[in-house]
Nanobody, 117 residues
Framework: QVQLVESGGDLVQPGGSLRLSCVAS????????MGWYRQAPGKQRELVAR???????NYVDPVKGRFTISRDNAKNTVYLQMNSLKPEDTAVYYC???????????WGQGTQVTVSS
């Protein structure tokens, strides 16, 4: 059974930082592409960043230079370091895993990030 478990969401002030984590089980993690998505109230879920099995990364324009995706294959974990957070970053953040493609088959349950003063 595949499980993706996110953590690290919180309430943070504008300009602050958070690190999200997603621990995977039930897959050969090192072989999977991993992605972070987010969904704000009333909006569609959107890709934030992805990392290939080889470590190549891609980001959407609104987060370039502020967010960093990384992976630790020994811990079956993908991270999203978020700096210089803005109110428009407020959303539920979801972890996604796919074999050679993002979006992939597997989703986590989400973690809430709220950026507000």
């Amino acid at each position: 059974q595949v499980q993706l478990v996110e953590s690290g969401g919180d309430l943070v002030q504008p300009g602050g930082s958070l690190r999200l984590s997603c621990v995977a089980s039930g897959i050969i993690f090192s072989r999977y592409f991993m992605g972070w998505y987010r969904q704000a109230p009333g909006k569609q879920r959107e890709l934030v960043a992805r990392i290939t099995s080889g470590g190549n990364t891609n980001y959407v324009d609104p987060v370039k230079g502020r967010f960093t995706i990384s992976r630790d294959n020994a811990k079956n974990t993908v991270y999203l370091q978020m700096n210089s957070l803005k109110p428009e970053d407020t959303a539920v953040y979801y972890c996604n895993a796919g074999f050679g493609i993002i979006p992939g088959t597997y989703w986590g349950q989400g973690t809430q990030v709220t950026v507000s003063s």
